[in-house]
């Protein structure tokens, strides 16, 4: 009887780490975004003890082929298989990490009452991470795709290219985080920045995955299309990711004016 009800409370899904914290003297708790039950909140017993039958298969970012029992407020990890060992080469550099945590947060954010339809979500935020452990392009850029990709996957997909509020064919010059991207004269609401054209391209290519347009680009358009996207996440989370303060930002040696950029 006890082993039909365990078998009952009892599934397997694979799963990313996106966060833990600790339980008591041994035992953590482990945020997990999986692939077909949504947001998941399991405890690992005794993962903290030397030894542990877990290991590094339960720290942030890692993927796992995992057994979970069903428990009353929080589900109980059973097994941990990794199928995506990202961690220990995001860990061991900074940008990377700090990348994969704004990363981790927002996706978090996006998924905690997403119940089931969460398989998007994880397919995307399990090929950036696997992207950014082998460096495939600087982490910034890996980051900021991905918060627009996300933020599209959960219903807000910017317009880089036509007004976002009335449709009218680009390019355009200003953005308005609040209308959803590049606006046209007539819709821009006062006071909106208008970005560099080059910034603009930028922030399509990284919409749309043209790696050979965003590997190109300078820093200075790299710096001011990850404050449009930071804007943008902000006022559709509601609130900023913490996380995104910490990731570090390529300096130019002088920021021209924009004048000065359309002049040239």
């Not at 550099?93 to 009452?113: G, K, S, V």
Request: with cysteine; charged share 20%.
């Amino acid at each position: 009887m006890a082993e039909s009800t365990f078998a009952a409370r009892s599934y397997r899904d694979d799963g990313v780490v996106l966060r833990t914290h600790r339980l008591g003297e041994a035992d953590r708790i482990i945020v997990l975004l999986t692939k077909h039950h949504g947001q998941v909140r399991a405890v690992a017993r005794g993962v903290r003890r030397t030894g542990s039958r877990f290991g590094a298969r339960l720290e942030p970012f890692m993927v796992a082929d995992l057994q979970l029992v069903r428990g009353r407020s929080l589900e109980v990890v059973g097994q941990a298989v990794a199928r995506g060992t990202y961690g220990s080469e995001i860990a061991a550099d900074y940008a990377r990490y700090t990348a994969a945590a704004a990363m981790a947060e927002t996706a978090e954010r996006l998924t905690a009452n997403d119940g089931e339809a969460s398989l998007p979500h994880y397919q995307l935020l399990v090929g950036a991470l696997a992207a950014l452990s082998r460096g495939a392009h600087a982490p910034e850029l890996i980051l900021d795709s991905y918060l627009l990709r996300a933020l599209s996957t959960a219903g807000w997909a910017p317009s880089f290219t036509d007004c976002a509020r009335c449709g009218e064919p680009g390019p355009h010059a200003a953005f308005s985080a609040a209308l959803g991207g590049i606006v046209c004269h007539e819709c821009r609401p006062p006071g909106s920045p208008a970005p560099a054209p080059e910034t603009v391209r930028l922030l399509a290519a990284l919409l749309s995955g043209d790696w050979g347009v965003a590997d190109d680009s300078q820093p200075i358009h790299r710096r001011e299309a990850s404050g449009l996207v930071a804007a943008y996440v902000q006022w559709h989370l509601e609130r900023a990711v913490r996380s995104l303060r910490l990731v570090e930002r390529d300096e130019p040696d002088s920021l021209p004016t924009r004048q000065e950029t359309s002049s040239t």
